[in-house]
């Protein structure tokens, strides 16, 4: 079997995948990697199915050396460098990585996680549906812990077919945070909400993959700050006595007791979980319908960079050579001499 041994990696390096469902009556939460679009980009790009085991950054990488066969590795999410024995990997791409050599992925010049896909996905033992690693739950992961140097990582599959590369590239939305009110928002007085919509806020240094508070004007609670507890979905926006806002994500706790004024919708987590601290914020209200309308137009941009998937190099498929428009009437001797594949992606 292909594995990867780890040389090394930053502390906040963790088996991820599409997540752990079906278990919060019992008091576990979902896990899975923070940028769902990165996870299922980059296991697109390796020919995996969107939520397959992949391995999550948080702002540091690693670097890893091939052993038993060859892999197939793509890297997306925050910006960051990948490469194999030293040759880089353009941005959206997969390669082939031998045995022997070395995959490297450097600390995120931009935003918060990245996440490297291999081909097949790997292949950690998967507890309660999920390979995915829940620290305060035990749960997943690499014999129930983050990866550390010197594991050697199983993975399930042999590269299939070429490395490929995204012609569509991946879109994350942008603006002010969108957020459905509720479901207690009638804990909080009018000035309250008024307050949470029209201030900024910035990301703390208390932030992980559990929660991320929020530093800016304090937000009025109406009807006190303690509430039954009841359930939290990630997105949820939990105001404590503080009055300063907590954002909580794939880590978080399944019930809670303090009221939440709002969710950010799904379509927008991807973006939001790759902010710093010291990142500034808005939120905005929309209604149920718009917040589904936006869950379905990120499925259909998904779905665009997976038809948008093409081999490394020319890709010359029919279906390309029609798409460049190679003939198109007479050809006119005097014009100037044009590339037909000018606008093929390398």
């Excluded at 923070?34 to 397959?52: F, K, S």
């Excluded at 994350?172 to 207690?184: D, K, T």
């Excluded at 997976?306 to 198109?328: F, M």
Aim: hydrophobic residues 45%.
């Amino acid at each position: 079997m292909t594995r990867l041994f780890v040389k090394d990696c930053g502390a906040g390096t963790t088996i991820q995948d599409a997540g752990r469902f079906g278990y919060q009556r019992y008091g576990v939460g979902p896990a899975g990697a923070m940028d769902r679009i990165a996870l299922a980009v980059a296991n697109m790009l390796v020919g995996n199915a969107p939520g397959e085991a992949a391995m999550e950054f948080t702002v540091l990488g690693g670097s890893f050396v091939v052993e038993g066969g060859p892999v197939r590795v793509a890297l997306a999410g925050a910006l960051a460098d990948l490469k194999v024995d030293g040759e880089p990997v353009a941005a959206l791409t997969s390669a082939t990585a031998e045995p022997g050599q070395t995959i490297s992925v450097g600390a995120a010049k931009a935003g918060t996680f990245m996440v490297l896909a291999v081909s097949g996905g790997f292949a950690v033992k998967q507890e309660l549906g999920s390979r995915s690693f829940h620290l305060r739950g035990g749960l997943g992961g690499v014999e129930r812990a983050p990866v550390r140097p010197g594991q050697s990582l199983p993975v399930a599959g042999a590269p299939q077919g070429p490395d490929l590369t995204a012609t569509v590239p991946p879109k994350v939305s942008a603006g002010a945070y969108r957020v459905v009110f509720g479901p207690q928002d009638d804990y909080f007085s009018e000035a309250g909400k008024a307050t949470f919509l029209s201030e900024t806020y910035t990301v703390s240094a208390e932030a992980d993959r559990m929660g991320y508070r929020l530093s800016g004007p304090v937000i009025e609670h109406a009807k006190g700050f303690n509430i039954v507890s009841d359930g939290i979905v990630t997105g949820s926006v939990q105001v404590p006595g503080s009055g300063e806002p907590i954002v909580l994500l794939a880590d978080r706790q399944t019930t809670g007791g303090y009221p939440k004024i709002a969710t950010i919708v799904s379509a927008d987590l991807p973006r939001f979980v790759q902010q710093r601290p010291g990142s500034a914020m808005r939120f905005t209200a929309v209604t149920l319908a718009e917040a589904i309308a936006a869950a379905r137009e990120q499925a259909a941009m998904l779905e665009a960079v997976r038809a948008g998937l093409k081999p490394v190099g020319l890709g010359l498929d029919t279906e390309h050579l029609l798409s460049v428009n190679l003939v198109d009437g007479w050809v006119d001797a005097h014009a100037p001499l044009v590339d037909p594949l000018a606008d093929r992606v390398a």
